[in-house]
C-alpha cells in the first residue's frame, strides 16, 4: 500500500472509534454532539503519558481511555437528567468547554534538551512513541484495526444478550423498560462511559499517529461526521457506523476536484439519506430480513 492510502485507511479507522461512540448513545435514545470532547481527552492524557512521562503505548492506551470514561462518567451523572435536545445541548456545551479549556493548558517538561508538552493554542508536539520504537505506518495501521475490531466484536457480542435488548429498550421506549424495573438512568450511564471509553481509545491512537495534536482538532464537526456516519450507516447494527465512515470519507475523498462544495455535498447526501431511511442503511427492520434469510439460506 501507498502511504497515502495506508494514512486514509488509519484515518478511517481511528474516525471508526468516533462513529461508535457515537452510535451507542444514540441507540439508547440520546443524541450527543460532544464525543470529539472524550477523543481529545484520550489524545492528551495518552500523549502526556508517553511523550513527557516515558510510559509504554499500552499503558497509555489504558490511562487515556480510562479518563475519558471517568470524564463521561461524571458528565453523564450530570447530565442524563436532561432529555432529547436538552441532553444534545449539554453535551455540546460540555465538549466546547473541553476545547477551550485545552487552549489554557501549559505544561511542558524538558525531555533531551526540548521543552515537549501542551502548550495552549500552539497544540502538543513531538509524541513520537511509535517512531521511537520503528514502528512503520502499516504496522500501526494493523494495531488501529486490530483493536477496532475488538471494539466491534464486544458491542456485536453486547447486541446479542439481554444487555443489548435492554438498551435497545430504552432507547425505543424509556417509559416502558422504567415500567419493568429497569434502571432506566444507570443503564444510559453505563453506555455513555463505555461509549466515552471508545472515543477515548481512538483519541489515544490519533495522537501517536499524528504526533501533533491541537485544541481546534476536536472542534465540533467532528463530533457531527462521527454523529451523521452512524445515522447514515444504520442503527440496527453496530456495523452502521462503520459503512458510514466508509461512505463519508470514500465520497470526500472522490469529489476532492470541487474543495469549495464537499462539506455542502456531503450535507446533501446526508438530508437525503435521512429523507429516504430515517434509521440509515443498516436499520433495525433490514438486520431482521437479512438475519432471517441468513437463517434460511
Not at 417509559?175 to 419493568?180: C, E, H, I, K
Request: net charge neutral; proline share 2%; aromatic share 10%.
Amino acid at each position: 500500500m501507498s502511504e497515502y492510502a495506508i494514512s486514509i485507511a488509519s484515518n478511517m479507522g481511528m474516525i471508526a472509534f468516533v462513529a461508535l461512540s457515537a452510535y451507542v448513545i444514540l441507540v439508547s435514545g440520546e443524541i450527543s454532539f460532544g464525543q470529539q470532547a472524550y477523543f481529545g481527552i484520550g489524545a492528551y492524557t495518552s500523549g502526556v503519558a508517553t511523550a513527557m512521562w516515558g510510559w509504554p503505548f499500552g499503558l497509555a492506551l489504558v490511562l487515556g481511555s480510562c479518563s475519558a470514561a471517568l470524564a463521561a462518567l461524571a458528565i453523564g451523572a450530570l447530565t442524563l437528567r436532561l432529555r432529547g435536545l436538552y441532553f444534545a445541548i449539554a453535551t455540546l456545551c460540555f465538549a466546547e468547554v473541553i476545547r477551550l479549556g485545552l487552549n489554557s493548558v501549559h505544561v511542558q517538561v524538558e525531555v533531551d534538551g526540548e521543552q515537549v508538552g501542551p502548550a495552549g493554542a500552539e497544540g502538543f508536539g513531538d509524541i513520537r512513541w511509535i517512531f521511537e520504537h520503528d514502528i512503520t505506518t502499516l504496522e500501526y495501521m494493523l494495531v488501529i484495526y486490530g483493536l477496532l475490531g475488538a471494539v466491534l466484536a464486544i458491542l456485536l457480542l453486547v447486541e446479542r444478550s439481554n444487555l443489548g435488548a435492554i438498551i435497545r429498550m430504552i432507547g425505543q421506549d424509556p417509559l416502558l423498560a422504567s415500567s419493568q424495573g429497569i434502571d432506566v438512568r444507570s443503564c444510559k450511564l453505563l453506555v455513555v462511559v463505555f461509549a466515552g471509553m471508545i472515543a477515548g481509545l481512538g483519541g489515544c491512537l490519533y495522537a501517536h499517529f499524528a504526533t501533533y495534536i491541537e485544541p481546534n482538532v476536536f472542534n465540533v464537526m467532528l463530533g457531527v461526521h462521527g454523529l451523521a456516519y452512524g445515522l447514515i450507516g444504520g442503527l440496527g447494527t453496530a456495523l452502521g457506523p462503520l459503512i458510514g465512515v466508509v461512505l463519508d470519507v470514500g465520497f470526500l475523498e472522490g469529489i476532492r476536484p470541487i474543495q469549495g462544495y464537499r462539506m455542502i455535498a456531503f450535507g446533501g447526501l446526508v438530508a437525503v439519506l435521512l429523507i429516504i431511511m430515517p434509521r440509515g442503511i443498516l436499520d433495525e427492520v433490514r438486520i431482521h430480513r437479512i438475519k432471517r434469510w441468513l437463517r434460511r439460506r
